[in-house]
């Protein structure tokens, strides 16, 4: 049985931790008000902790995917590799942000998920630094990607590791491809040729 002096001590802690947890969230809610309207104002850190800024992407198309090591899914960085390959002189880039929100799937730190990406999958295409796709704790960018209310298109959940967004020239969310679904697929390459 919990003493008095206990019960004190979590009422007057507990709120400032469902306080603090609100705030957290809130705060990366409101870095998005004002806000960005394309993808081309974000700037995100590489996975060699250098910025990106993806105002540099301006006239490209552009995948963005979340990727993992560990996952039944990660021989896509095949499929992604080979396209950016197919692609990346026709005004194409694909943009990979290492997750580990789904099962512990991506563990590793930044140093050794590229080493694993371009010893494993010979991956060239630019990586981020490993970020939250999900959560209270999702980036910044990702909100953006997955909130109509700042994409001016869809909601969408990240469902799983390599779900897949497809930006057009001018910075704007074109389409969503789940997760499952091959980086290479119709879909994709229609937009792609389009």
């Not at 009422?11 to 806000?35: D, K, Q, V």
């Not at 704007?172 to 879909?187: F, G, Q, T």
Request: charge should be negative; hydrophobic fraction near 35%.
């Amino acid at each position: 049985m919990k003493t008095i002096k206990q019960i004190l001590q979590y009422s007057l802690i507990l709120p400032l931790i469902a306080l603090f947890s609100c705030s957290r969230a809130t705060n990366y809610t409101l870095a998005l008000e004002g806000s960005p309207s394309s993808l081309h104002d974000f700037a995100v850190e590489d996975i060699y902790g250098d910025s990106f800024d993806m105002a540099s992407l301006k006239g490209k198309k552009v995948m963005v995917v979340n990727t993992a090591s560990r996952c039944g899914l990660t021989p896509q960085y095949e499929d992604l590799e080979r396209l950016y390959q197919d692609y990346k002189d026709k005004g194409f880039v694909i943009i990979g942000f290492p997750a580990n929100n789904f099962r512990n799937q991506e563990p590793g730190t930044n140093e050794e998920i590229i080493e694993f990406c371009q010893s494993n999958y010979g991956v060239s295409f630019p990586m981020m630094d490993k970020i939250s796709v999900v959560g209270d704790d999702m980036a910044p960018i990702y909100q953006w990607l997955t909130k109509k209310e700042f994409n001016g298109k869809m909601d969408s959940d990240v469902s799983w590791n390599f779900q897949k967004y497809l930006i057009d020239e001018n910075g704007l969310l074109v389409d969503m491809i789940p997760p499952r679904e091959k980086p290479n697929s119709d879909r994709v390459m229609a937009w792609l040729n389009d």
